[in-house]
Nanobody, 117 residues
Framework: VQLVESGGGLVQPGGSLRLSCAAS????????MSWYRQASGKERELVAT????????SYANSVKGRFTISRNNAENTVFLQMNSLKAEDTAVYYC???????????WGQGTQVTVSS
């Protein structure tokens, strides 16, 4: 099982970024997927979740209306479109499988998002 995030970077307040997470090693289309983030000195927090078919999504209140989670099951990829970014969105963003595979929780390596002028 492998999860590889990409798309992070430095962006000005009010800007946008699109994160991608390429998944392999498991049947991607049968699992819900989530994005988490962890700011320096803070606990990791759930940002957004998407159902296996993509028809159901949920978001943390802090990003609702600004972020959109989506997925492409044909390409085994989950995305996080982030608009109207704020300084408080600065964090390392991780994708993860909802639940466990063979008793293990899998995370990607993370991608840094920095919102600063």
């Amino acid at each position: 099982v492998q999860l590889v995030e990409s798309g992070g970077g430095l962006v000005q307040p009010g800007g946008s970024l699109r994160l991608s997470c390429a998944a392999s090693g498991f049947t991607f289309s049968t699992y819900f997927m989530s994005w988490y983030r962890q700011a320096s000195g803070k606990e990791r927090e759930l940002v957004a979740t998407i159902s296996n078919g993509g028809g159901t999504t949920s978001y943390a209140n802090s990003v609702k209306g600004r972020f959109t989670i989506s997925r492409n099951n044909a390409e085994n990829t989950v995305f996080l479109q982030m608009n109207s970014l704020k300084a408080e969105d600065t964090a390392v963003y991780y994708c993860t499988i909802v639940g466990f595979i063979r008793g293990r929780k899998y995370w990607g390596q993370g991608t840094q998002v920095t919102v600063s002028s």
